[in-house]
Nanobody, 127 residues
Framework: QVQLVESGGGLVQAGGSLRLSCAVSGRTLSSTSMGWFRQAPGKEREFVAGISRGDGRTNYGDNVKDRFAISRDNAKNTLYLQMNSLKPEDTAVYLC????????????????????WGQGTQVTVSS
């Protein structure tokens, strides 16, 4: 049984930084394609970042490129999302997602490609 548990969310001022974590159990992280998505009230779930299993190729949503960075610690079986230069429009619930299949940079952004989802962690950016 794969379980994903996010942490690290909170309230931060615009321009600040946060690092989100996603602890993975039930699968080896290095053999799992992972993604971060976010969902704000009344909006569709939006792709934030993804990382492929194996070679670790990454992809980012247009709204977060050059500000966010996805990474993983295989020894800790934990996925991270470093968020810098945060803006009020980044306010959302952030969810991590996982699948056993290989996802290229294009596939990483597809919600339907992921089999497992965490419960999410709230990020609120004040102006």
């Amino acid at each position: 049984q794969v379980q994903l548990v996010e942490s690290g969310g909170g309230l931060v001022q615009a321009g600040g930084s946060l690092r989100l974590s996603c602890a993975v159990s039930g699968r080896t992280l290095s053999s799992t394609s992972m993604g971060w998505f976010r969902q704000a009230p009344g909006k569709e779930r939006e792709f934030v970042a993804g990382i492929s299993r194996g070679d670790g190729r990454t992809n980012y949503g247009d709204n977060v490129k050059d500000r966010f960075a996805i990474s993983r610690d295989n020894a800790k079986n934990t996925l991270y999302l470093q968020m810098n230069s945060l803006k009020p429009e980044d306010t959302a619930v952030y969810l991590c997602a996982a699948t056993s299949g290989f996802l290229g940079t294009r596939g990483q952004s597809q919600r339907s490609a992921y089999a497992y989802w965490g419960q999410g962690t709230q990020v609120t950016v004040s102006s």
